[in-house]
């Protein structure tokens, strides 16, 4: 299983940038991917969820609005575009897979829902 997050970097405040999230080694359609972030000394922050039916993709609300996910079901990738930055948004950002299928459900906002966990991505917003 991997899951490699990419596209991360230093940006200023107003700015944006597009982080993607590669999977392989479990069944893609069988899973939704969450973005987490995490700041030294703070605890992992659940950022959006992108599911794997249609609408069915949830935002924090500190990011709402200015975050928007998507699904290349062809590439087994998903996309978190980030705009109108804030330093606040600075962390690093990992992406995670949760099984749809699972009984009881798991919440795709919670690190205990999620199945696997890739390698984060530094993204820093400064002036």
């Known amino acids: 299983v991997q899951l490699q997050a990419s596209g991360g970097g230093l940006v200023q405040p107003g700015g944006s940038l597009k982080l993607s999230c590669a999977a392989s080694?479990?069944?893609?359609?069988?899973?939704?991917i969450a973005w987490f972030r995490q700041v030294p000394g703070k605890e992992r922050e659940w950022v959006s969820c992108?599911?794997?039916?249609?609408?069915?993709?949830s935002y924090a609300d500190s990011v709402k609005g200015r975050f928007t996910g998507s699904r290349d079901n062809a590439k087994n990738t998903v996309y978190l575009e980030m705009n109108n930055l804030k330093p606040e948004d600075t962390g690093v950002y990992y992406c995670?897979?949760?099984?749809?299928?699972?009984?009881?459900?798991?919440?795709?906002?919670?690190?205990?829902?999620?199945?696997?966990w890739g390698k984060g991505t530094q993204v820093t917003v400064s002036s």
């Open positions: 995670a897979a949760s099984n749809n299928l699972s009984k009881p459900p798991r919440p795709c906002n919670k690190d205990y829902g999620m199945d696997y």
């Open positions: 080694g479990f069944t893609w359609d069988h899973h939704a």
């Open positions: 992108i599911g794997s039916g249609v609408d069915t993709t």
